[in-house]
């Protein structure tokens, strides 16, 4: 099996996977407990938060969370005030502002052009003094699309509102923009460890808690860290950082070469120039999707987001730029990173572009 959905999960670093073992066989320890053996576990746990936050910005605290999911919903569930985002977020930023509208928040949700970019004269129409909070994605999980983050913090800046970045797919991969408040990340993106995530929050930015308890991890997260998933965490998260010049190198040239393998028949979804290469994602005239899956059976890649996998909806993120439904429904997205091989790539694409060459040859 190759292995090509890099933007749904990571394979798990090996030194991420050596952090962990011994806390998952002997450690234990509560690490909020004061005998040794937590004190043992939390400092462990203070380790790893050194070295997550060594890849964000400055002046700020980071807080463990169970993923991504969690921190943005208490980021944007813990604020006050109008919030403005993108109609290319995550679902898990578009669904937790649906529902604070129903409770009455008034929420604003910015176009993008047909590159996937938000035009930044409507966001300044749109973020003006009273807003509550600005979210945005820094790389879209979908399309790979890099959104200009430093330019929208300076307006949300400008506007009094707190600026909320997912960098969940470019954290370690380029920098997080240092004029960001809020910032999600999750491990398993990064080499790392699934049930882990993190909200860093910038000094003063007060947030009201998602959940209540014991207030573990300040600035008010409620429940027991794992210091086997804290450790995985910190060591992908200082690999990111030793291996960032490699890993972006590597990931360029295998874009360049499937590209030149796909050629003109196939286009690319989103901007080019503003993009994450290890994002691919494209489409093909008349392509059935789910009979090339079925035909490369041996490849790991997406029919659009898999977040949205099952749900029988075609992906929110190619309407938005403007896609059909149909156009929607003939892409696909190969996703790949530190372990894919340019054999194994260009492999899968060979695979991926005959297949597709004989059904449209069958049709």
Known sequence: MTYLDYQATTPLAPEALAAMIPWLRDGHANPHSPHREGRRARAAVEVARDRVAALLPRGGRVAFTSGATEALNWAIKGTTGPIVTVATEHAAVLDTVAAEAALGRTVTVLPVRADGLIDLEAARTAIVPGTGLVAAMLVNNEIGVVQPIAALADIAQAAGAAMLCDAVQGYGRMPVPEGCD??????????????????????????????????????????????????GFGVAAALMRDRQSADMSAVDRMWQAALGRLGPIWMVNGSIEARYHGNLNIRRDGLDVNRLMSLCRDIAFSAGSACASGSGRSSHVLRAIGLTETEARTSVRIGFGRYTTPADLGAAMEMIAAAADAQRRGA
């Not at 882990?196 to 409620?222: D, F, N, Y």
């Open 182 to 231: 809020l910032v999600a990340i999750s491990a398993h993106k990064v080499y790392g460890p699934k049930g882990i995530g993190a909200l860093w929050v910038r000094h003063g930015v007060e947030l009201a808690p998602l959940m209540h308890g014991g207030g573990q991890e300040a600035p008010g997260r409620s429940g027991t860290l794992s210091p086997a998933l804290c450790a």
